[in-house]
T-cell receptor, first 115, second 115 residues
Framework: GAGVSQSPSNKVTEKGKDVELRCDPISGHTALYWYRQSLGQGLEFLIYFQGNSAPDKSGLPSDRFSAERTGGSVSTLTIQRTQQEDSAVYLCASSLTGTNTGELFFGEGSRLTVL | AQKVTQAQTEISVVEKEDVTLDCVYE???????LFWYKQPPSGELVFLIR??????QNEISGRYSWNFQKSTSSFNFTITASQVVDSAVYFCAIHGSSNTGKLIFGQGTTLQVKP
């Protein structure tokens, strides 16, 4: 596609349920990133993929959070046993190479609300 | 560790006023890149500029200009003759050699331009 696509755009779930958020990066981009933006907060890094590998997953807040990327393309962020503090906008970004010279292209985000 | 500080949480100006958004960064890297992104109400972050640590020349793009000063570790962003469409959240970010591809963002500055 022309840009980074994320789905769902909005998700409301009950505490304790699992959720999956999907990111479809720009075709040909090898690097993919997940960030979290809580209300009034900046962007918090979660995980970085280069191809299908995740060389940096240091930002995942707990073992309830996991992510995978298959075929060097689509990525899924899974949150198990959701808690109210997980409510946030989850942003996905991709870049051509993942080097420090590249700009990140962001999707519009998936807004997660945990009741 | 790298850090970006945007001390201004919110700024409100009247259309046609000039406005400067401050960004101060911390890094131990000698080679690094600085970025500004704009997040309009739609939520999708839009890349504005990338500047590498070896290039301290100021840059102007239309009504936008950036002042990079290594001596004060600052990368400030000025909008001249602001317009209502400039209303958004603006993020400053840094990428260094130790970042494994990720950007470290500041907390963001919300700019409101009133007609």
């Amino acid at each position: 596609g022309a840009g980074v696509s994320q789905s769902p755009s909005n998700k409301v779930t009950e505490k304790g349920k699992d959720v999956e958020l999907r990111c479809d990066p720009i075709s040909g981009h090898t690097a993919l990133y997940w960030y979290r933006q809580s209300l009034g907060q900046g962007l918090e890094f979660l995980i970085y993929f280069q191809g299908n590998s995740a060389p940096d997953k240091s930002g995942l807040p707990s073992d309830r959070f996991s992510a995978e990327r298959t075929g060097g393309s689509v990525s899924t962020l899974t949150i198990q046993r959701t808690q109210q503090e997980d409510s946030a906008v989850y942003l996905c970004a991709s870049s051509l190479t993942g080097t420090n010279t590249g700009e990140l292209f962001f999707g519009e985000g998936s807004r997660l609300t945990v009741l | 560790a790298q850090k970006v500080t945007q001390a201004q949480t919110e700024i409100s100006v009247v259309e046609k006023e000039d406005v400067t958004l401050d960004c101060v960064y911390e890094t131990r890297d000698t080679t690094y890149y600085l970025f500004w992104y704009k997040q309009p109400p739609s939520g999708e972050l839009v890349f504005l500029i990338r500047r590498n640590s070896f290039d301290e020349q100021n840059e102007i793009s239309g009504r936008y200009s950036w002042n990079f000063q290594k001596s004060t570790s600052s990368f400030n962003f000025t909008i001249t003759a602001s317009q209502v469409v400039d209303s958004a959240v603006y993020f400053c970010a840094i990428h260094g050699s130790s970042n494994t591809g990720k950007l470290i963002f500041g907390q963001g500055t919300t700019l409101q331009v009133k007609p």
